[in-house]
T-cell receptor
Framework: SQQGEEDPQALSIQEGENATMNCSYK?????LQWYRQNSGRGLVHLIL?????REKHSGRLRVTLDTSKKSSSLLITASRAADTASYFC????????????FGKGTRLHILP | KAGVTQTPRYLIKTRGQQVTLSCSPI?????VSWYQQTPGQGLQFLFE???????NKGNFPGRFSGRQFSNSRSEMNVSTLELGDSALYLC??????????FGSGTRLTVV
C-alpha cells in the first residue's frame, strides 16, 4: 500500500504562477523527500526534509512538513515551462527497514 | 561522477520468456533499490540490496528476483513474463546520505 498520497493528482497553472502540491502519509517517518520525474524517465531528487524540521528551501522550492498532521507541501515559485513534470513525495517510516515508499505523484503542467 | 546506468533502455519480450535488467550504481554507493512503475500502481518497491545482500523485499511474486555483485552492480530478473509485467523498471542507488539517485529506467513491454 502507498505510504504517501499526493494531492492534487494533476495541476495546470500559467507560467510565472506558484504551484503547490501536498503529500499526506500514514505512519511516523524519519524524513520525507520530494522527487521530480520528466515524462517516463528516472526520478530526480529535489529536497529532503527531516522529521525534526518544519521548512526547507532550495532555490525556487519550498517544502514544509507538519508531523502532527502527517503532511507536507511542495511550493514551486515563479513556475517555468521546464517545471512540467510529475512530482512524488517519498517517505521512510520509523520502522522502515531502509525502504522508501513513494506516492502516486502530482502531474504538473505549466501553460505558456 | 557518472550517474546510475540502466541497461537496456527498452526491451520487448514475449509472454513466458524471462528477462534480466542491469543497473550500475554511482561509484561508491553500496545500496541499490529497484522499483516498478506502472500508470495504475505508481512506483512499487521491488527490493533493495546492500553489499550483495538483499536487505528488503516488496510484495512481488517469486518470479521477480535480483542480485548484487561485489562491485555493487545489480541485476534483476523476471521469469515467465506476463503482460502485466510491462512497466518502467527503475533502479536507484544511495550512499551514506539519504536520497536516491535514479537511473533513466528500462521500459519493458511484454507482448
Amino acid at each position: 500500500s502507498q505510504q504517501g498520497e499526493e494531492d492534487p493528482q494533476a495541476l495546470s497553472i500559467q507560467e510565472g504562477e506558484n504551484a503547490t502540491m501536498n503529500c499526506s502519509y500514514k505512519t511516523s517517518i524519519n524524513n520525507l523527500q520530494w522527487y521530480r520525474q520528466n515524462s517516463g524517465r528516472g526520478l530526480v531528487h529535489l529536497i529532503l526534509i527531516r522529521s525534526n524540521e518544519r521548512e526547507k528551501h532550495s532555490g525556487r522550492l519550498r517544502v514544509t512538513l507538519d508531523t502532527s498532521k502527517k503532511s507536507s507541501s511542495l511550493l514551486i515559485t515563479a513556475s517555468r515551462a521546464a517545471d512540467t513534470a510529475s512530482y512524488f513525495c517519498a517517505t521512510d517510516a520509523v520502522n522502515r527497514d531502509d525502504k522508501i515508499i513513494f506516492g502516486k505523484g502530482t502531474r504538473l503542467h505549466i501553460l505558456p | 561522477k557518472a550517474g546510475v546506468t540502466q541497461t537496456p533502455r527498452y526491451l520487448i519480450k514475449t509472454r513466458g520468456q524471462q528477462v534480466t535488467l542491469s543497473c550500475s550504481p554511482i561509484s561508491g554507493h553500496r545500496s541499490v533499490s529497484w522499483y516498478q512503475q506502472t500508470p495504475g500502481q505508481g512506483l512499487q518497491f521491488l527490493f533493495e540490496y546492500f553489499s550483495e545482500t538483499q536487505r528488503n523485499k516488496g510484495n512481488f511474486p517469486g518470479r521477480f528476483s535480483g542480485r548484487q555483485f561485489s562491485n555493487s552492480r545489480s541485476e534483476m530478473n523476471v521469469s515467465t513474463l506476463e503482460l502485466g509485467d510491462s512497466a518502467l523498471y527503475l533502479c536507484a542507488s544511495s550512499g551514506t546520505n539519504y536520497g536516491y539517485t535514479f537511473g533513466s529506467g528500462t521500459r519493458l513491454t511484454v507482448v
